[in-house]
């Protein structure tokens, strides 16, 4: 059995509270690994939030209000060790929720047992389209017609979407599809071919090349895209492989943009790729700029915080900040701890959430085995595609940006920037 974290101890004994006088909530993720630019993230954000929630006293739970205690585990990207962890957590009968994990895999390894006990789980920042539609339309498998999984996440369908969109909008005929061999990238790959088809098959395949975890050599599958003529390197994969890919498509001179998930976004791809990666097209939830009050706030904490300039992952760590305040929502309105009633809560939040990434407004409705969709809660406007700039993810398209300034002030960008300059003065 693993052993709760020193830092759960230290704050609960900062405010002399017991076990039963809290909200206890599991944060899980790679903390470690190729995987940990996402993970740590994810974590940190989340923490962010959770240091607001209690310094304000905490969630209103019926007639008192309760702080947030932290169960931090990292399941280091390993499908077995995540499958322990799940296991343990799911042994908890206090455990309120749990928020958290990457990787596919570790979803089909573990979230099997909390669903068993029906722990509320939001998969956060990201797992594969399979860490959903393995509840859906599966009779035999528990949990199917009350399923306590949810997820925070821009799912693949929609990034997909996305990827085939940018690539058709930029004039391209021939296209490679490139994917690592975990569940993620298989997933990824099937997704993109789909929605090839869906959007009228105006992208021709030339090519299908894929590579393991750990590959630093990518030689051999760009020559055999470029010799087939790949005008841009649609891609779906994890870590710092991904660089691997930029960096060998400039050693053989090839000029293929790379468009694929949000992944791209990570420092881990950012900072292995260098000058190399300028230009890649990813989707993104949230792009590190100051362009609301809200977002600012948020940079400016997490920054002063995790002492940083830049964060890790900002789609991770803003999915997880937003994460913990819909949990909290879905807490007050159950005006209970029991996760049972908090996932009730979730599926019909009565209140709009204020996170970074958008307003949310009751972005889950009762589970559906044949929609998976009633369990995600991203829709395609909460998503922009994002570019690499020199070292940071940027808007890819300025309308973007215009419209998330808008919406979240009513002003046009200029307008807003005029009325932060005044604010300063």
Wanted: aromatic share 6%.
């Amino acid at each position: 059995m693993l052993k709760q974290t020193a830092f759960g101890t230290l704050v609960l004994a900062a405010l002399g509270l017991h076990a039963g006088d809290t909200v206890k909530i599991a944060l899980t993720g790679p903390y470690s690994g190729g995987s940990a630019p996402m993970g740590t993230s994810t974590r940190d954000g989340s923490k962010l939030a959770i240091a607001e929630i209690n310094a304000a006293g905490g969630i209103q739970v019926g007639a008192k209000r309760m702080k947030i205690e932290i169960i931090e585990r990292d399941d280091e990207a390993k499908n077995e060790r995540g499958a322990l962890i799940a296991q343990e957590l799911a042994a908890m009968g206090d455990l309120s929720g749990v928020i958290g994990t990457v990787n596919t895999g570790v979803c089909m390894a573990g979230d099997k047992h909390l669903q068993e006990q029906g722990i509320t789980k939001i998969i956060c920042p990201a797992a594969g389209s399979a860490s959903m539609t393995q509840w859906a339309n599966k009779p035999d498998k528990p949990g199917v017609k009350e399923n306590s999984i949810f997820r925070f996440a821009a799912y693949d369908g929609i990034q997909a979407a996305m990827v085939v969109e940018e690539a058709i909008n930029r004039k391209f005929k021939k296209v490679a599809v490139v994917f690592d061999s975990t569940n993620y990238g298989v997933s990824g790959r099937d997704d993109m071919l789909d929605q090839i088809k869906k959007q009228g098959n105006k992208l021709e395949v030339v090519a299908q090349e894929k590579f393991n975890i750990g590959d630093k050599d990518m030689t051999a599958q760009l020559l055999r895209a470029k010799s087939v003529g790949a005008e841009a390197i649609l891609i779906w994969a994890i870590g710092p492989e991904l660089a691997a890919v930029s960096n060998g498509a400039a050693k053989i001179g090839m000029k293929s943009s790379l468009i694929g998930g949000w992944t791209l976004s990570m420092s881990n791809y950012i900072d292995n790729a260098g000058k190399n990666g300028n230009g890649t097209l990813m989707p993104q939830t949230f792009i590190e700029e100051p362009i609301t009050p809200k977002a600012k706030a948020f940079i400016d904490g997490f920054h002063k915080a995790y002492k940083v300039d830049r964060m890790p992952s900002a789609v991770a760590a803003a999915q997880g900040y937003d994460a913990v305040y819909i949990f909290a929502a879905a807490v007050k309105q159950a005006g209970s701890t029991d996760t049972h009633k908090i996932k009730e809560a979730l599926e019909d939040l009565k209140e709009p959430v204020k996170g970074v990434i958008a307003t949310w407004n009751h972005p889950y409705t009762k589970w559906d085995p044949a929609d998976v969709a009633t369990h995600e809660a991203f829709r395609r406007e909460q998503v922009v595609m994002g570019m690499v700039q020199d070292g940071r993810v940027v808007f890819g398209n300025e309308s973007d940006k215009a419209r998330l300034i808008k919406e979240a002030t009513g002003l046009t960008p200029a307008k807003a920037k005029t009325k932060a300059k005044a604010k300063t003065k």
